[in-house]
């Protein structure tokens, strides 16, 4: 995978020359078109291997691709080919929509941070099932998970309604499904973590899935995806109505909404959420309160400012059973994958 790690460094300075969005949609397009030609795809031998156990399915690694980066499923089987162990796409919605206005995504270079407000643009759950259908990635062993969200037009107390539809289209293509009630950039979103919120959002949903499970005869696990802006009653609250509904495991965390660390820096001020760098002790406090308060029976997947191996075995440290990429990759390119694998393997 050599080549592709001195593409990277090579194309940063260039991509880092294009507003953030643009470099995303160039970088995507051009990891697409290495995997369609034949040449390119055969140079990639090797995968960095860590077995490991995630919510009772088997990983190659531990490593996984944050949901954000493939919103709309389209380069699963290209992304698979950087040696992740798993890979989340999504956050998909019931209509497609556009999401915020742009510009939208910024760099904060001096804190290794991004700041987005995307606004959960997509193409919409049709598109997205279509995408997801029969790839590569799944058949050849690689598990799949997929995030789901609301529509921004949909008002917050009929939200469940958007999350169950996306829960049918999504059961049959995944290995595991993110329900997404974190993300800053839809309004009110973040109102779902809220004690009864959360209960009316989660009994449908696992009564729904229940249903699901005994038509097709297949368990798909279920997660769901928190902020990192919680006091630690509210980490207590969450992990207890996860327990009790039966959900799988949680990913700790997205984005935050604190500026402390990165005040003064260009585009600080911008309207959206931080990641990269400032979320990995935020992170890592949520993934140690969540441990300690529902011990082995919740799977937690680490996400938030991992640039570099030592982050990774940070996050496992702190109670994570796996983790996950995503402004660390923009930072570092693919080579991070493989190092946090390697660190991790020392630690074992």
């Known amino acids: ?40 795809r055969n140079l990639i031998t090797t995968r ?5 156990m995630l919510m009772g399915l088997s990983l190659r690694n531990p490593i996984g691709l944050a949901a954000g980066l493939d919103k709309n499923g389209s380069h699963i089987n290209a992304l698979g080919q950087l040696g992740f162990g798993f890979i989340e796409a999504g956050t998909v919605t019931p209509q497609p929509q556009q999401g915020n206005p742009k510009p939208r995504l910024f760099r904060l270079p001096r804190a290794n941070a991004l700041i987005n407000r995307m606004g959960f643009n997509n193409t919409g759950l049709a598109a997205f099932l279509q995408n997801v259908r029969d790839n590569e990635w799944r ?46 950039n839809t309004q009110n979103l973040r109102t779902l973590q809220r004690n009864q919120e959360l209960a009316a959002l989660l009994e449908p949903l696992s009564e729904r899935r229940k249903a699901l499970a005994d038509q ?56 959206g959420g931080v990641s990269g760098s400032p979320v990995h002790e935020l992170s890592l406090a949520v993934i140690e309160r969540l441990r300690a308060h529902a011990g082995a029976a919740l799977a937690i997947i680490g996400v938030g400012g991992i640039l570099n191996g030592k982050h990774a075995q940070e996050k496992v440290a702190a109670g994570a059973d796996a983790v996950q990429l995503y402004t660390g990759l923009i930072y570092r390119g693919p080579a991070l994958i493989g190092e946090c694998v390697q660190e991790m393997t020392k630690a074992r």
């Open 139 to 184: 058949k050849n062993g690689g598990i799949l998970g997929l995030n789901i969200g609301k529509n921004a037009s949909t008002p917050i107390e009929q939200a469940v309604d958007d999350y169950l539809a996306c829960l049918d289209g999504v059961y049959p293509h995944a290995d595991y499904i993110t329900v997404n009630i974190s993300s800053p």
């Open 48 to 52: 960095p291997a860590l077995p490991s």
């Open 1 to 40: 995978m050599s080549f592709l790690f001195n593409s990277y460094a090579l194309a940063r300075p260039a991509l880092f020359s294009l507003d953030a969005e643009t470099a995303h949609e160039v970088t995507l397009s051009s990891l697409q078109k290495s995997y369609d030609c034949r040449l390119t």
């Open 216 to 271: 097709s005869g297949r368990h798909v696990p279920m997660a769901v995806k928190i902020a990192p802006d919680l006091t630690h009653d509210q980490i207590d609250i969450i992990a207890s109505a996860l327990l009790h509904f039966g959900i799988d495991g949680v990913i700790a965390t997205n984005t935050t909404l604190s500026r402390e660390v990165v005040q003064g820096l260009p585009h600080a001020d911008e309207a």
